[in-house]
C-alpha cells in the first residue's frame, strides 16, 4: 500500500494540532516529578499550572499557549518509500488545515518583501495564511515516511543563538561556553523551565536544522552524559520557573551532533525552548 495525497494531508494536519496542543508524555511526567520535589512554593505553585493549562489543552484540543507558533517541517524519507505527486503540496494543505483547526494565531504580514519587514500593511486575519518555513528533509533505509511537525514560538526564537566555537578539540569547552550562553538567555526568557535544544554541524543551516532534530526526536527521560551536564549548570543558575527562583530552570536538554569537517571552529545552534516546547507532532506513512 502506497502514501496518497491525502494521507499525507491528513498526516501533516493531525502533527500540527497535536504538536500546538499536546506534551510528550516523557516531558507531563518530568513536570509530575518537578512539582513533587520542588521546594520553593512559588515555583511548585506554578510547575503545577503548567501542568493543569497542559490537561486542558490536551484534552480540549486547544493551543497550549498564545503564541502558537511557526510551522516547521521535518521529512526522513526511507530510500524505499515512494511518495505521491504533489506531495510538498500535501504537506502545505495539511499544514493550513491544522492551523485552521487549532486554531492558530493569525501571524503571517500582509504585503512584499520590504512591507513584511516594516509590518507596515498589516496582518492576514486567518490563522491558515501563515507559511511553513522550508521543509527539511533526510534519506533514511526503510519503506515509510517519518513526518515531524515543530510548532517554534517567538521568544524561544529570540534568545537562540548561532555561533562559531574555536573548540580546541575538546567537547567540555564547546559545551562550556554553549551553558553560558544559555545562563544568560533562560534570564531573561519569561517562560522557564526550559529545554535547550543544541544542533553542532559545519554550517549555520545545518547546526540549526540539527536544531530541530533534537527538538523532534529529544526525550527528556533518556539524557546522555553531555545534555546531563547542560541541565545540571544551567539548573545551578536557580532562575526557576517563571524567574520564580528553584531548582527547575531546564527540565532536559536535546542535544544533536552531525557530521564534523577538519577545521579549528564549530557550528553551533542552541535555543532555549519555552516551557510549552518543544512542540511537536509526528506521523509514519507507510
Sequence with gaps: MSITFDDLREAAKDCLVTAGSSYTPDRLAAYEQAAR???????????????????????EKLPLCDDTGVPHVLVRLGTDCVLPAGWLEAIREGVAAGLRTLP???????????????????????????????????????????LAVLMLGGG????????RIFHKRSMEKVIGEVVEWLSEEVLLLGCTPSIPAIGIGRSQVEASALMLEAMADGDVSKQNEWEQKVVAAVNGTH????????????????????????????????????????????????
Design 37 to 59: 520535589k520542588e521546594k520553593k512554593e512559588n515555583a511548585r505553585w506554578f510547575l503545577e499550572l503548567i501542568l493543569e493549562n497542559a490537561r486542558i489543552a490536551q484534552r
Design 104 to 146: 492558530g494565531r493569525p501571524m503571517a504580514v500582509k504585503g512584499d518583501g520590504i512591507q513584511r519587514v516594516e509590518q507596515s500593511q498589516g496582518l492576514f486575519e486567518n490563522s491558515d495564511a501563515l507559511e511553513h518555513a522550508p521543509v527539511i528533509m533526510r534519506s533514511v533505509p526503510g519503506d515509510k515516511l517519518n
Design 156 to 163: 524561544p526564537e529570540i534568545r537562540a543563538r548561532t555561533r
Design 239 to 286: 532562575v526557576g520557573p517563571l524567574g520564580l527562583g528553584g531548582d527547575y530552570t531546564v527540565m532536559g536538554c536535546f542535544l544533536k551532533i552531525g557530521p564534523t569537517r577538519a577545521s579549528g571552529v564549530r557550528i553551533v545552534t542552541a535555543r532555549p525552548c519555552c516551557l510549552v516546547e518543544p512542540r511537536v507532532g509526528k506521523a509514519i506513512l507507510a
